[in-house]
């Protein structure tokens, strides 16, 4: 299994950016996919989930900031992320498990004025 993110960076306060994860080594169109992060001096913390069949879920607190989507021809997972604030600097990860064990290295996002 390999998942490589990207689309991180350093972005101003209600600024967006949108994140991709490419998959491969496994059969991507038949696995929930997910979005995690962590926080500066924080654990890892579930941000978005995708059924194989593209229907998102998200935590409370980035519900209509952040979109998650998938192209299942592609092996592709994204994660449009819009009025960014300080709180969402975090390294993001994508994972193919709810545990995040199996994830990729994480793409940084720092929002900062």
């Known amino acids: 299994v390999r998942l490589v993110e990207s689309g991180g960076g350093s972005v101003q306060p209600g600024g967006s950016l949108r994140l991709s994860c490419a998959a491969s080594?496994?059969?991507?169109?038949?696995?929930?996919m997910y979005w995690a992060r962590q926080r500066p001096g924080k654990g890892i913390e579930w941000v978005s989930s995708i059924k194989p069949n593209g229907i998102g879920f998200h935590n409370d607190w980035v519900k209509g900031r952040f979109t998650i989507s998938r192209d299942n021809a592609d092996n592709m997972l994204y994660l449009q992320m819009n009025s960014l604030t300080a709180g969402d600097t975090a390294v993001y990860y994508c994972?193919?498990?709810?545990?995040?064990?199996?994830r990729g290295k994480g793409t940084l996002v720092t929002v900062s004025s």
């Open positions: 994972s193919k498990d709810f545990t995040f064990t199996t």
């Open positions: 080594g496994f059969t991507f169109s038949d696995y929930w």
